[in-house]
């Protein structure tokens, strides 16, 4: 079956760095995908929707500036966090949505820990 | 704006016990709707979901749905539930489109005692 595969799925990063984490779907093209945050005992928060070839939407209270996303093929997103502080810390989790009409996939997820 | 609410945040059962999980959306046109499981460590996994049609949904190990529009709720359902079953459960809304674009209902631990 389709599958969303993230990496890393945990990272360490020291305060003031910047991190990547990629989001793929292995097996089909996702023209749409969409990153989350989700903190502990929390549900899931949507942060933005990535769209092949153009600029990400980001929901309201979300700093563009500072989750930069790309998508630049039909198979891989990217979320970037700059200047991370230890807030940043959390479970960033992306979805992809294939062709079939209301099939989402979820990826593992990635643990980011900024120290 | 839409919004998922889960009323129960944290269920203790004990196995072969019923389970009935709730789930109320705000959003008055059409919507999609989603329960999503997440077991200790893993991903999320969709358990089932509606889109239209028959408003009793069966999704994998036993869990079902039912989608009541006049309540605007997709209450989670399972006859007996099984130490298995512990894990996180979310409900999730996709509303006004096939957009891909899900809002999360809080969460509802379940905890099951063998």
């Known amino acids: 079956g389709a599958v969303v595969s993230q990496h890393p799925s945990r990272v360490i990063c020291k305060s003031g760095t910047s991190v990547k984490i990629e989001c793929r779907s292995l097996d089909f093209q996702a023209t749409t995908m969409f990153w989350y945050r989700q903190f502990p005992k929390k549900s899931l928060m949507l942060m933005a929707t990535s769209n092949e070839g153009s600029k990400a939407t980001y929901e309201q209270g979300v700093e563009k500036d500072k989750f930069l996303i790309n998508h630049a093929s039909l198979t891989l997103s990217t979320l970037t966090v700059t200047s991370a502080h230890p807030e940043d810390s959390s479970f960033y989790i992306c979805s992809a949505r294939t062709g079939v009409v209301h099939t989402i996939y979820f990826g593992e997820g990635s643990w980011l820990t900024v120290v | 704006a839409q919004s998922v609410s889960q009323h129960n945040h ?75 079953d512990t894990a996180e459960y979310f409900c999730a809304v996709n509303a006004g489109g096939n957009t891909g674009k899900l809002i999360f209902g809080q969460g509802t631990t379940l905890q099951v005692k063998p």
């Open chain 2, 10 to 84: 944290h269920v203790i059962l004990s196995e072969a016990a019923s389970l009935e999980l709730g789930c109320n959306y705000s959003y008055g046109g059409t919507v999609n709707l989603f329960w999503y499981v997440q077991y200790p460590g893993q991903h999320l996994q969709l358990l089932l979901k509606y889109f239209s049609g028959d408003p009793l949904v069966k999704g994998i190990k036993g869990f079902e749905a039912e989608f009541i529009k006049s309540k605007f709720s997709f209450n989670l359902r399972k006859p007996s539930v099984q130490w298995s």
